[in-house]
């Protein structure tokens, strides 16, 4: 899953009005930062098999580090714990964990079944959404339209900016997530890691931007 995991952060703003976008764009996508650290130093390990699902060509064969129910509730764990330690704020803290978790959950839906409950389990999990492009679209896109109607109804924009910027964030995600599922495999695994890997940095970064000119509607 891609969008639902930008929609569901978007939607938590509306319960932690005072946490960033950014941030919370960052602990719904924690789990995929990590990700691609993880192939890139050889820990965790992918395949390119085209055809595996109308998706995604990504057989996701190898990660426990990151995808394990277990060390996604370590992750959530660890990240709820240092935003509440900096930023004093319950509802935010509460928020950023239930993010990260969300994460292996809506996985689940998407996934064939490639999840881990913990490093070393034999068992493997998901409901198979990715076999087919055009429900995988209906629900992905379903959960990030109720995410963007949450944030919406959560901040106001102070300028045009807010207004432009926000959408230009959003028309980008929807545009990427066309390309991901129709467009050709990536050529290798470094290229796949690094490309992930900076285009969430990329977007992270938007998400901030977007944010710049909006406030709280509360």
Not at 45 to 57: A, D, F, K, Y
Not at 90 to 96: H, S
């Amino acid at each position: 899953m891609f969008i639902g995991h930008f929609g569901v952060a978007m939607a938590a703003k509306k319960w932690a009005p005072k946490t960033s976008l950014p941030v919370l764009v960052l602990a719904g996508e924690f789990i995929d930062v990590l990700w691609p650290m993880m192939l890139i130093a050889g820990v965790e390990h992918v395949r390119i098999e085209p055809g595996l699902t109308p998706v995604t060509p990504l057989n996701f064969y190898n990660y426990p580090w990151t995808h394990s129910l277990l060390m996604v509730a370590v992750w959530a764990v660890l990240f709820s714990g240092i935003y509440f330690t900096v930023r004093r704020y319950r509802a935010g803290a509460i928020a950023c964990g239930v993010l990260v978790l969300s994460h292996w959950f809506l996985d689940l839906i998407a996934h064939i079944p490639d999840l881990p409950l913990k490093p070393g389990a034999s068992g493997y999990y998901g409901l198979g959404l990715w076999q087919s492009r055009a429900t995988t679209a209906l629900v992905e896109g379903a959960i990030f339209a109720a995410g963007v109607w949450l944030y919406f109804s959560a901040t106001r924009a102070r300028a045009k900016g807010g207004r432009w910027g926000l959408w230009s964030f959003l028309v980008f995600l929807v545009v990427m997530y066309v390309l991901n599922i129709q467009g050709n495999p990536p050529p290798s695994v470094p290229v796949l890691a690094w490309s992930a890997l900076v285009g969430t940095i990329i977007l992270i970064a938007w998400a901030w931007w977007a944010e710049r000119g909006r406030v709280s509607a509360q």
